[in-house]
C-alpha cells in the first residue's frame, strides 16, 4: 500500500491454526499471505476493468461489509454506491461515520454527519482514503460484482433488513416508517 503503514482490509478475517508461540509478525504474515490467496489474479482484473485499485475495491468492500449483512444485499448497495460515484453523489455511508466516531449506532447521528474527516462519505465524494475494516470474501466479491438495479438509497432496520427506495421522497417516507421510534 502507498498510503501508509495501515494493515487495515488486508487482515484477512478466517479460521487460523496459531501455534502458542507465534509472534504477532508470524499471525499478520499469515493473514496477509491469506488475503493474497483469497483476492485472486481473476478478482485483480475485475477491479482494473471497473477502473478500481486493489486498495479502492478493498476499501468499498469494506464498507459494504459493515453496511449491510447478506451477498444479494452487498451487491445491490455495491451498485448504488458505483453509480453514486459516477454522478459524484457522496455515498453517505454510516458506517465510515461510525469508523471516524467509533461508535456502533446503526445510523449516524446528525452532529456526527460534520465531522470534519477524509472518511467522512457524508461531506466528500468518493471513496474515503482507505478501507474501514478486513473485509470477507463475500464483501470483496460484492465490491466487484454489483447486482445492477434502479435503487439509489437505501436504510437497514433494527431487525437488520435493507429497505431500498428509487427515489429520496420514497427514502424519507421508509426513515420514517422503519427508524421512527415505536411508542
Known amino acids: 500500500?502507498?498510503?501508509?503503514?495501515?494493515?487495515?482490509?488486508?487482515?484477512?478475517?478466517?479460521?487460523?491454526?496459531?501455534?502458542?508461540?507465534?509472534?504477532?509478525?508470524?499471525?499478520?504474515?499469515?493473514?496477509?499471505?491469506?488475503?493474497?490467496?483469497?483476492?485472486t489474479v481473476d478478482m485483480q482484473s475485475e477491479a482494473r476493468v471497473r477502473s478500481l485499485t486493489i486498495d479502492e475495491s478493498v476499501t468499498l468492500a469494506s464498507i459494504l461489509e459493515q453496511e449491510v449483512r447478506t451477498s444479494k444485499d452487498?451487491?445491490?448497495?455495491?451498485?448504488?454506491?458505483?453509480?453514486?460515484?459516477?454522478?459524484?453523489?457522496?455515498l453517505q455511508a454510516d458506517s465510515t461515520i461510525n469508523?471516524?466516531?467509533?461508535?456502533?449506532d446503526a445510523s449516524a447521528r446528525i452532529s456526527d454527519l460534520a465531522v470534519d474527516s477524509p472518511y467522512n462519505t457524508y461531506r466528500n465524494k468518493g471513496l474515503p482514503p482507505g478501507p474501514i475494516c478486513n473485509p470477507g470474501i463475500d464483501a470483496i466479491?460484492?465490491?466487484?460484482?454489483?447486482?445492477?438495479?434502479?435503487?439509489w438509497f437505501f436504510l437497514t432496520t433494527q431487525d437488520g433488513d435493507v429497505i431500498y427506495s428509487k427515489t429520496f421522497q420514497e427514502h424519507v417516507q421508509n426513515k420514517i416508517k422503519y427508524l421512527s421510534k415505536k411508542k
Open 1 to 39: 500500500r502507498k498510503k501508509g503503514l495501515s494493515l487495515e482490509g488486508y487482515l484477512f478475517p478466517d479460521t487460523y491454526r496459531i501455534y502458542l508461540d507465534s509472534s504477532p509478525a508470524d499471525i499478520i504474515k499469515k493473514m496477509l499471505e491469506n488475503f493474497a490467496r483469497q483476492y
Open 74 to 90: 452487498r451487491r445491490l448497495v455495491a451498485d448504488i454506491f458505483y453509480r453514486r460515484i459516477k454522478v459524484g453523489m457522496p
Open 99 to 104: 469508523y471516524i466516531t467509533g461508535k456502533s
Open 141 to 151: 466479491r460484492a465490491a466487484l460484482t454489483p447486482q445492477p438495479n434502479q435503487y
